[in-house]
């Protein structure tokens, strides 16, 4: 085999490269960034933010309804039909102002109890939720372009733009967090949005601008039907996912102390870090070709080539990680932190049977196998707060990074049971 040819020709190894460059500046950013907070605001004031960021993620998939997979899918498969790309677009954006109007109600005259319920009675925060809810239009353009990059599979302009929101983003948060401790972060945080979507005026290409001109565009509903399967169920998910989070740093903070909720949400931050190097190859590369495959040996086939590629990397990454986690933790934070050692070998090991999971997992969404997604989702959200609760009585804080490792392999045999046919027997249309 030409080896040159081979990597020019190969989609996936193209996606890890860019990836791999843009998770190398991201830890970087994420080094100054982590180690700002680690000084001014402490391990209560992560929590804090982690609890933010919880709130943000599922804006961002509300903004336009849960929609953000099956629009990559149809992305994906209209990309050459411009009418069907105009339909599609303009039922987004009609979702995205639904959305906006509903969040906007919601965030600004209820800013003062969702103050109480995220951030705790006992801090003053409300005035986050008030800026969010003019950010929320924002969030459904970002998501609606990043479909369309994705669908592209245009992984290099993806990683430019994601890098500049980074990277400003980081200094925003840096320079906020000096003159203003946990109030500033959390204010940085709350506009990080807005900078990803002036990243996307200044970089994305005229030819990509075009799918969206407003002029152009019919304001309907033709897509209404499909991307409303993705839609209702997923935003149940998100929503779910990211109020687990939130309550199980409360639990943390009610057996333990605030102090582990914040390394908790510091390895859980490390965490999304390191999995940010297979996370953009599920969007970019894995939704749009399990899109297009047709039959189980066609799907077999794609897993196994996948598992070859990114397993090894993956888990040799992971294993210097551990290895090296102690200087890890000094670097990104400061040495209060260290007490969180203990949670790298359960947190690594679940990232590691997660990743394989999701790999075969993301199939239920390429086939529009809703069901099985949110029913897997659900499950596995589930598992992780019942274990944790079990666990954290018994083993504190390392309880939770114990859950977290049984939860995803549970969640593994449950996804392989349910598609076990797509594995074994003879080859069939799927």
Same mark, same amino acid.
């Given at each position: ?6 990597? $020019? ?22 080094? %100054?960034?982590?180690?700002?907070? @680690? ?7 992560? @929590? ?9 993620? #599922? ?39 639904? @959305? ?17 319920? %995220? ?5 003053? &925060?409300?005035?986050?939720? $008030? ?56 204010? @940085? ?18 030819? &990509? ?9 019919? &304001? ?61 190859? #599920? ?35 992971? #294993? ?9 933790? $000094? ?22 049977? $997660? ?56 969640? #593994? ?10 594995? %074994? ?6």
């Amino acid at each position: 085999m030409n080896i040159p040819s081979f990597i $020019k020709n190969n989609l996936l190894l193209k996606v890890t490269s860019a990836n791999t460059l843009l998770v190398a500046v991201r830890m970087g950013v994420s080094l %100054i960034s982590q180690k700002v907070l @680690a000084i001014l605001i402490g391990a209560e004031g992560i @929590a804090q933010v982690g609890n933010l960021w919880n709130v943000i993620r #599922f804006f961002e998939q509300f903004s336009i309804l849960g929609t953000s997979n099956g629009l990559i899918k149809y992305v994906s498969e209209y990309r050459d039909d411009k009418k069907q790309l105009n339909y599609l677009l303009s039922t987004v954006l009609v979702f995205t102002a639904l @959305a906006s109007i509903l969040s906007f109600v919601i965030l600004f005259f209820w800013s003062d109890a969702l103050n109480n319920l %995220i951030f705790g009675i006992n801090n003053d &925060y409300g005035y986050i939720f $008030k800026i969010l809810s003019f950010i929320i239009p924002f969030m459904g353009i970002n998501a609606t372009l990043n479909a369309l990059l994705n669908g592209h599979s245009a992984y290099k302009l993806f990683s430019k733009i994601t890098l500049f929101t980074v990277i400003v983003s980081t200094i925003v948060i840096v320079v906020l967090t000096f003159k203003q401790g946990t109030y500033g972060s959390l204010l @940085a945080i709350s506009i990080s949005p807005l900078i990803q979507f002036f990243g996307y005026i200044l970089i994305l290409p005229r030819k &990509y601008r075009n799918h969206i001109n407003l002029t152009k565009l019919s &304001y309907g509903l033709h897509f209404k039907s499909k991307l409303m399967s993705y839609s209702f169920m997923t935003v149940i998910v998100v929503l779910i996912i990211n109020i687990s989070e939130i309550a199980i740093r409360y639990l943390i903070e009610s057996k333990v102390s605030a102090l582990d909720a914040g390394y908790w949400t510091a390895m859980s931050s490390i965490s999304k870090t390191y999995m940010q190097f297979s996370a953009a190859i #599920f969007p970019l590369y894995v939704l749009p070709k399990y899109a297009k495959i047709k039959d189980t040996f066609g799907f077999r086939k794609e897993v196994k080539k996948i598992y070859q590629m990114l397993l090894p990397i993956i888990v040799v990454g992971m #294993f210097l990680v551990f290895l090296f986690r102690d200087l890890i933790i $000094k670097v990104l934070y400061t040495e209060e932190f260290l007490s969180m050692s203990t949670l790298f070998k359960w947190q690594l090991l679940g990232d590691l049977i $997660k990743f394989c999971a999701i790999v075969i997992s993301y199939q239920f969404l390429a086939k529009k196998q809703i069901g099985y997604f949110v029913f897997t989702e659900i499950l596995s959200v589930l598992l992780f707060y019942g274990f944790s609760v079990y666990f954290v009585n018994i083993y504190g804080t390392e309880g939770i990074v114990i859950a977290h490792f049984i939860r995803y392999v549970l969640y #593994f045999i449950v996804v392989l049971y349910i598609l076990r046919h797509s594995f %074994i027997g003879k080859n069939k249309l799927l």
